[in-house]
């Protein structure tokens, strides 16, 4: 079974500053995707970014980043320029990847609770 | 831009009641997809569908849930008689095709079920 972990239930960062949330997982597959999650106190899933196991490359969308060490199992967050909007609880998520023709579940960490500053 | 639509946004109920969610996926994806948030805690996987049948499902999707698409837009999450420990957040979500970037999971806005 996947386990994913985030040791920081609770981060802060100035307005235009930058912040990184960590993750890490467990598992004993080769296939698999990561993702980052967004829940505003709307509570709203959106999705922030997606990492695909077997690429290399970090995966970068605008002021987010990732940093993706497969080795060490880790896949943290960078937020560049952070903004007020950016305010939101963050979930780290897995997903296998098959080849089997059904949908894979995700398996989500317990989240940072991240609060950008004015 | 395409969303992931569910109703109500909130249901009170009594225990022992029956309840529907509702969700309506993104119109071309073919996988769908519960999860529920107990309040301060994490998001947890119910049940996958696909093809009109479970794919998957949790420990937690017992005898007293059960799922439906009942016709070309809908994916119904029923609660046969709810218990106080069923007050979470539910979420539906829905992904394209398996593989590759279709694979990704889009999520709707959540229905809260609070259960008295």
């Known amino acids: 079974a996947q386990t994913v972990t985030q040791s920081q239930p609770e981060m802060s960062v100035q307005e235009a500053e930058t912040v990184t949330l960590s993750c890490t997982y467990d598992t004993s597959e080769n296939n698999y995707y990561l993702f980052w999650y967004k829940q505003p106190p709307s509570r709203q899933m959106i999705l922030v970014i997606r990492q695909e196991a077997y690429k290399q490359q970090n995966a970068t969308e605008n002021r987010f980043s990732v940093n993706f060490q497969k080795a060490a199992k880790s896949f943290s967050l960078k937020i560049s320029d952070s903004q007020l909007g950016d305010t939101a609880m963050y979930f780290c998520?897995?997903?296998?990847?098959?080849?089997?023709?059904?949908?894979?579940?995700?398996?989500f960490g317990a989240g940072t609770i991240l609060r950008v500053k004015s | 831009e395409p969303e992931v639509t569910q109703t109500p946004s909130h249901q009170v109920t009594q225990m022992g009641q029956e309840v529907i969610l509702r969700c309506v996926p993104i119109?071309?994806?073919?996988?769908f997809y519960w999860y529920r948030q107990i309040l301060g805690q994490k998001v947890e996987f119910l049940v996958s569908f696909y093809n009109n049948e479970i794919s998957e499902k949790s420990e937690i999707f017992d005898d007293q849930f059960s799922v439906e698409r009942p016709d070309g837009s809908n994916f119904t999450l029923k609660i046969r008689s709810t218990k106080l420990e069923d007050s979470a957040m539910y979420f539906c979500a829905s992904s394209e095709l398996f593989g590759g970037s279709t694979d990704t999971q889009y999520f709707g806005p959540g229905t809260r079920l609070t259960v008295l």
């Open positions: 998520a897995f997903m296998k990847r098959t080849y089997m023709e059904y949908g894979n579940k995700l398996v």
């Open positions: 119109s071309n994806h073919l996988y």
